[in-house]
């Protein structure tokens, strides 16, 4: 009898149906497209009050001074003094965010079929749960808070080394894309760590299990060295992925029962078209005596028959 698991990050489909079922990549990419513009989308309609956010923000750096863990002055004053490694830090936070995840999804699509679905809805659910962390708790990220608070904008301190102005990772001119204000919980923290697991779970090198710890660890210091986040942020974004993934089972089985849904109203009509045509080839296209149908094979004679047995008509038994 098949055997499945309970649907989790540790899915995998047993049933020789199962490995078969491929998800294609012609119906994938235009799903992982809307759902990232529906995202991004969210993201410029979730601008809150300036206001509120550096509020936000103030009481985040509070609560942190509070429970001594206010990593990111340090971190931030080693970045904006070290060229040597500010600048390759913007360079993280710019550009690996948009290309390490992508890669990894596109290998898990190709080396880990069975496993592909269950962490595709991973990340999506954990993503749209940011989304939604963006719209009630708008939050100022370091380098915009006054200066008085002992922060730099390394991005804009290091801006002539890359393509990116003062306003967080867009390229110059077009800062009014991106919402500067979407920084609790931090999704750049969320995604690495969510690269981390698919590399220590499906990578068969220990460069790759290595490559899933330190991904995620850098990522975290990057997004506080530059200012771009609160420690509190990294936190927040890891347990987004935690809820994330504890929702997926549930998002996946809404998504089949969806598909089953729909599968049963659809497909009456499609069987119903199907019949017609059908009949139209068996019922009313009726071929008259002695006439061929195209590509059809003509009976194989007896060898051992006679010439008058064979126009005869008499059955062979008679025969």
């Known amino acids: ?89 913007d360079f993280w936070y710019a550009s690996l965010h948009y290309l390490v995840t992508p890669a990894i999804l596109v290998w898990v699509f190709r080396s880990h079929a069975v496993r592909y679905r269950v962490a595709r809805t991973w990340l999506m659910t954990s993503t749209f749960i940011g989304l939604i962390g ?45 919402n500067q204000y979407a920084a609790m919980p931090s999704l750049h923290v ?47 974004g890891a347990a987004v992925m935690g809820v994330g993934l504890a929702l997926t089972p549930l998002v996946l089985r809404f998504a089949d029962a969806a598909r089953k849904r729909l599968a049963a109203r659809f497909a009456p009509v499609a069987l119903a078209s199907w019949g017609a045509r059908s009949s139209i080839v068996s019922g009313e296209c009726q071929t008259s005596a002695g006439e061929r149908i195209p590509r059809q094979r003509e009976p194989r004679a007896d060898p051992d028959a006679s010439p008058a047995s064979a126009d005869d008509g008499a059955p062979a038994a008679a025969r």
């Open 1 to 89: 009898m098949p055997q499945t698991e309970t649907p989790g990050i540790e899915a995998i489909p047993r049933s020789r149906t199962a490995q078969r079922i491929r998800l294609r990549w012609w119906t994938e990419l235009p799903l992982i497209v809307m759902v990232y513009a529906s995202y991004s989308a969210g993201r410029l309609l979730a601008r809150g009050d300036v206001s509120s956010a550096v509020d936000h923000g103030l009481t985040i750096l509070r609560v942190e001074k509070f429970l001594h863990l206010n990593a990111e002055h340090p971190l931030n004053r080693l970045f904006t003094r070290e060229s040597w490694l500010g600048v390759p830090a």
């Open 134 to 178: 963006f719209t009630l708790l708008p939050t100022c990220p370091p380098r915009l808070l006054t200066a008085s608070h002992g922060f730099v904008d390394t991005m804009a301190q290091y801006s002539d080394y890359g393509w990116w102005g003062g306003q967080a990772s867009a390229p110059r001119g077009m800062g009014g894309m991106t």
């Open 190 to 236: 969320g995604w690495a760590l969510w690269c981390g697991v698919m590399l220590w779970r499906h990578g068969r090198t220990p460069a790759a299990k290595v490559a899933g710890i330190v991904y995620p660890l850098f990522t975290t210091i990057v997004v506080m060295g530059t200012a771009n986040h609160y420690f509190l942020d990294a936190v927040a």
